[in-house]
Structures are given as C-alpha cells and as structure tokens.
C-alpha cells in the first residue's frame, strides 16, 4: 500500500494539467501554431519539390530508356526527380534571369496574390461584423460596416481583374520564349547554322512523329499550365497558413492541430485514389498529333489518292485515329467522374462537417484566457471563423487539386523537352530509325556504327564513301569521284539506286558514314528539284528564295533584272498575267507543272551559285527552252550536276556517274556524240528485236503454206 500511494502522488492531477496547461497556454498556443506552420511547410515540399520515391527507379529506367521504360519506351509522365529537372530546365528558358520581363510579371502576380489573401482576411472579420450588427440591431454600425464592404469591392474586384490579366501575359510571355528557343533549335539560329534540324527531324528519326503540333499546341498548353500552376500552388499554401493562423488565434490551435490530423487522413485517402492525370494528359497530346497528321497527310496527297480512289482507305485511317482518341477522353473522363464524386465529399461535405464542429468549439466550450461573450459576439465570432474555415478549407482543396494539375503539367512537360532531347539529340548527329533486315548483317553494320569526314573545297570529291539511306539500307558501298569547277556532271542510274541520296549529302542532309566528301560550303549550292518549292508570298519572293526583298536590293538587283531573268525562259507574260510583282499568291496553285520548273530556273539564274543541282527540273519543260536554260546556266559559269533521261542534255555534260543499280557505278569522262551515236545504235537494234517476233511468225505461216500445198493432190488438166 505505500507503494501505491508514493504512485499517486508523483503523477499529477487532471486540476493540475488543467491549471498548468490554462497558465501557459499562450505558449502553447504559439508553439502549436509555429508546429502547424512549418507542418505545412515540410509537408508542400515532400509533396510538391522533393522527388517522391519513384525518383530512384526514373533514374534506373533513364539508363535503360530515354526517361522512361526499359528499352527506350514512352517517356515517364510523374511527378518525381525527372520531372523536376525537366521542369527546371525549361524554367531556365521562360524565365531567363531576374531582371527578364517574365520575372517583373512574376513578382507582380506573387504581389496581388499576397495582397488578395490580406482582403480576404478583411472581409472574413467585416462578414462577422456586419452579422453581429445585425443581430444587436445597431443601424449605425450596420451601415459603417456596408459602407466599409463596398469600399474594400474596389481593390478587392482590381486584384481579382490583374490576377487574371498577369497569368495570360505571362502564359503568353512564357509561350514566346519558349518558341523562340525551340524554333532557333528546329530553323536555326543564324544563317550560320546549318544543322537543318527540320529536315532531320522527320527523315533521318522516328521519335518524333509531329513536331508542327509540339511547336503550335503542347508549347501553348505548357506555358498556360505553367502560368496557372504558380497560383494554384503558392497562392493555395499561403492561403492554408494565414486562414488557419487566424483560425488559431480565434478558437484556439487545439482544433486546428485535430482538424490537420482528420484532413490529412482523408487527403491521403484521396491520393491514394487519384488517377495518373499526367500520363493520360501525354497520352490524350500524342493521340490528338496522330489524328492531326493523318488529315495533314490526306490534304498533302489529295490528288494521289484521288486517282488510286483511295477515299475508304483513308476514310478508315482517320476513324481509326479518331475514335481511339475518343475512346481514350471517354475513358478519362469516366475516371474524373468518380474522382470527382469522392474529391467533392471529402474536400467538400467531409471536410465542412469537421469545420463546423471546430467553429462551435468557442459556443460549447469556456476555452482559458477568453471572456463571456453574449449572443453578438458569440454571432459574430461563429461567423468569422466559419468564414476563415471554408476560405482555409477551399485553399487546402485547391492544394489537392493543384497535384492533379501538376501531373497534366508533368505531361505537357515531357511532351516539351522529348522535343528539344530530339533536336538536341540530331545536332550532334545522334539518330533512331527503324532499319531494314539487312542493317544488322556485320559488314553493314560496320558501315552503319562509321562516321565519315567532310571538308571545304572549291572542288566536289568524294573518296570511298558509302551511300546509305536512312533506314540504313546500303545503297553503294564506297563512292569515289572528283568534279571541278566547269566539270559538268550527268548522273543517270534505275530508281532507288542513290542519285537522289547523292544530292542529299552533298546538302548536309544526310550524315557521311564513312571516307572524306570534300564539298563547296552551302551557299554555293542550289538545288532545284522535280517538284519546286513555292512559298508563300509575292510574285518577286518565288525568284529570289530565300532572299528577302532588302537582300535584292543589297545585291544590285531590281525587278527589271528580274523582268529579263523571266525573259530568257519565256515567261515574261506572268508578270503582267498575275498583275505585278507584288501580287501574293498560292503559287502552287496558280502555277502549272511546267512554269513552275521555269520559276525554279529563273531562280538560279539569279543566284548564279557556283553549283546547281538539277534533278530532273526541266521534264515538264519544251525541249527549245530547255536548250535555253541549259545554256544560258553555262554562260553564266554555274557548274551543272544534273538527272536526267532526256539525251538532248547529254552535249552540255563533260562527266558521267552511272549507276547500275546493284550497288555499283561507272564515273568517267562523257562523249556525248559518242554516247548519242550509240543510243541511236541501242535503239535501231531495239527496233530490230521487236520485229523479229514478227519475222517468224510470217516465216511459220509461208512454211505451212507450202507444207500444204505439197499436200494437195494435183488435178490433170
């Protein structure tokens, strides 16, 4: 029994807790509210700037894939340690240092938040004020009270106008920056840059499949979820900081500490059943760029499919496109239905029910430290808080559902740096392509893994270099020829033999996979195809492309000389036709097959570079002003390397590369009457064989003539 009783009496009692807690609670008061503080603090960075745990495995996967799965799948869509750095990385393109445009619209947007948060404390007190007036019938303060709550509507209704108007001027600010980079990067900085990451792009890699979208809409869609996401997510957090802080002070931290605990249980709850957002958000951009291209593609090449009749085909390539975009929304948006039903019962019904009981606590309750109050106060204090907790209780759901927006941003995000990794990727000449069987056979494979050396010279010099096509089918294995100024250079082969792939080496368009092209720098270089191109713009803009018209003017140049450039081929009439220089036009359109070749010649003609690469330009062209353009492009000094079929171009050539289709060539000199008189030649014995069929078919039929009539018995007379 001592025993016990020495126990008893060194526990205290509940009066005396009860008294040392009501003698210090002002402390404890600060300490919990301090507690709260950082509570939020800490809790805000683990949740939105501390890699979650799958950093780890990102990390992992990135050795495996690009960001993502193993073996180079999708990209990974989450908010962890890879996004963050993405994050960062484009942060440090939009917002580039602290004195930039962005920053000043940044802080201003940080200012009104702050002060918007201020007012709302305001009008949470002048809202309990204005009740408690009314409950105590005191008409002067009453009116003094809405007086005061029309005059806090001005800043109030300001605040609310700029937050609105800063966001969108920053997602445009944002936007810009962001394109600019991307487009230096896809076209180049300066006209010293000749990477031609647009071209590479979509010819020499599969990762991106439409870069036009990428630049146009996910650049947009991520510089708005950017501008938005900095106010759902630091406004929200200060908000659950000052509206609880106030909470505090009015009803006491003890509620507060229990209504963090019961929140923060329902909060996880609701995680735990949040659907990966960001991952359907990459997914939804990607299924939308596919539909966006099968149209793009049906509007390229309409006439084609005109002709094959291909409308069901193409018909079905796009439902097919579309409905599995509908079905992936649909699929989405039946998750956001019940997301929503269970969001809106615990942020709203669930999380208003616990707000209520913490309002009463101060009616129910003689808390320490706080006086008697009559039905007034006790009105005007009910309100307020109530007012405090439903600000405080929709900034903690606006914390939640700035998650879910942080993963779309997450997708956006990917979207965005898989294109820059991409452009980056190609300018150090790093390529993906689907290759043919044949690429994984060794020696191709050699060829393939090998990286050839490029020099400037005045002349054309390829030695031992491979021809290869970019899904790494081996068109010649070593190529060797030497061109100088004045050489012309007649190339002629089948199909599919390299021709063309000759050109694009020559252009810097495809990588040198082995041995040593020694080549004029590009703006020695014209290239005039098949099919020229025509840009938007004036009859003027055709000729000079890619000059601008202050170029021509810096070159010596004057729409009269143009007029005479157009002269030689016999197209001076357009001019007239289309109704002056500065007519804009679709041109490509406007123009017929053949004077589109000529538009192309006439813009070598005003070049007059040093090379011209001719691939079949004149087919669609009379043969008289094909002579034309042939010789006056000779007196103008500009070395000729041309495809063609046509035997009439063969005079103006003094070399010819001739494929044979099987990986071999023949460059030597060309005797174009040589050449001529063996063709003519060729042909007559052509003619020869296709009338021997013909020989014999009427050398059977005398045969069975006089076979018959050896038969025939004879009549004497």
Not at 222 to 236: C, D, E, H, Q, T
Not at 685 to 705: D, Y
Request: with cysteine.
């Amino acid at each position: 029994m001592p025993v016990v009783s020495t126990l008893r009496n060194g526990l205290p009692t509940s009066a005396q807790v009860s008294s040392y807690y009501a003698t210090n609670r002002p402390a404890i008061q600060r300490l919990l509210t301090v507690g709260f503080v950082l509570y939020v603090l800490n809790n805000s960075y683990n949740n939105f700037l501390r890699p979650s745990s799958s950093a780890a495995v990102s990390s992992r996967s990135k050795k495996k894939g690009k960001d993502g799965g193993p073996g180079g799948g999708p990209p990974r869509v989450q908010v962890d340690a890879v996004f963050y750095k993405r994050l960062s990385a484009l942060l440090r393109i939009v917002i580039p240092s602290l004195r930039s445009k962005e920053a000043l619209l940044l802080a201003m947007h940080s200012g009104f938040l702050v002060f918007r948060t201020v007012l709302s404390l305001y009008v949470a007190d002048l809202d309990g004020r204005i009740v408690s007036s009314l409950v105590r019938a005191q008409t002067i303060p009453f009116l003094m009270n809405i007086l005061r709550w029309l005059l806090v509507a001005i800043p109030a209704t300001y605040t609310n106008s700029m937050l609105g108007y800063i966001q969108n001027k920053l997602a445009i600010a944002y936007r810009t920056r962001l394109t600019e980079e991307v487009l230096d990067r896809y076209l180049g900085k300066d006209e010293h840059d000749d990477t031609k990451v647009y071209y590479k792009l979509g010819n020499l890699d599969d990762r991106i499949k439409n870069a036009d979208q990428m630049i146009t809409i996910d650049i947009n869609r991520f510089a708005a979820s950017l501008a938005a996401i900095y106010g759902n997510v630091a406004k929200p957090i200060l908000d659950v900081m000052l509206y609880n802080y106030q909470l505090s002070r009015n009803v006491g931290a003890e509620g507060l500490v229990l209504l963090t605990i019961a929140v923060q249980a329902s909060a996880a709850l609701l995680r735990a059943l949040t659907p990966p957002f960001g991952s359907y958000a990459a997914k939804e951009a990607a299924l939308s760029g596919s539909l966006r291209h099968s149209h793009s593609r049906l509007v390229e090449s309409a006439e084609e499919v005109a002709f094959y009749g291909g409308e069901d085909v193409e018909k079905y390539i796009i439902e097919r496109d579309y409905f599995g975009l509908v079905k992936h929304i649909n699929r989405v948006l039946r998750m956001r239905v019940w997301h929503g039903i269970v969001e809106e019962g615990i942020i709203k019904w669930l999380w208003g029910s616990f707000g209520l009981c913490i309002c009463g606590i101060p009616v129910f309750f003689k808390l320490p430290g706080t006086s008697a109050t009559d039905l007034g106060g006790r009105t005007e204090s009910f309100v307020t808080n109530r007012r405090l907790l439903l600000s405080a209780s929709d900034a903690f759901g606006r914390v939640m559902y700035s998650y879910k927006e942080l993963s779309e941003l997450a997708g956006y995000t990917t979207r965005v740096c898989e294109l820059l990794d991409t452009m980056d990727e190609i300018k150090k000449g790093r390529f993906e392509k689907q290759l043919v069987s044949s690429a994984s056979i060794d020696a191709n494979a050699r060829v393939l893994k090998g990286r050839g050396r490029m020099y400037e010279s005045d002349d054309i010099e390829f030695t031992e270099v491979p021809i290869v096509s970019p899904n790494g089918d081996i068109l010649v294995r070593s190529l060797s020829f030497h061109v100088k100024p004045g050489e012309h250079l007649l190339i002629v082969g089948p199909n599919g033999c390299g021709k063309s792939s000759l050109f694009r080496i020559l252009g810097g368009l495809w990588p040198v996979y082995g041995g040593t092209v020694r080549k004029p720098k590009a703006s020695d270089f014209t290239y005039i195809p098949q099919r020229p191109y025509l840009s938007l713009g004036t009859l003027r803009d055709q000729i000079i492309y890619p000059d601008s018209q202050q170029d021509m003017a810096a070159r010596g140049m004057t729409d009269q000389d143009l007029y005479r450039i157009l002269a030689i081929i016999g197209m001076e009439h357009i001019v007239a036709r289309e109704g002056g220089w500065d007519v804009a036009r679709e041109w490509r359109d406007v123009l017929s097959g053949g004077d589109k070749q000529r538009v192309a010649m006439a813009r070598l003609f005003y070049h007059e570079p040093k090379y011209a690469i001719l691939d079949e330009c004149t087919s669609a062209v009379p043969l008289d002003i094909e002579k034309v353009m042939f010789d006056h492009a000779t007196e103008l000094g500009i070395t000729l390397l041309t495809v063609s079929h046509r035997p009439s171009l063969w005079q103006y050539h003094r070399k010819i590369l001739q494929y044979d289709g099987q990986g071999g060539y023949v460059f030597t000199e060309l005797d174009a009457e040589k050449r001529l008189a063996l063709q003519e030649e060729k042909q007559m014995l052509e003619q020869k064989l296709l009338s021997v069929p013909k020989i014999k078919q009427r050398l059977e039929e005398l045969r069975a003539m006089r076979e018959e009539r050896a038969q025939s018995p004879v009549i004497p007379s």
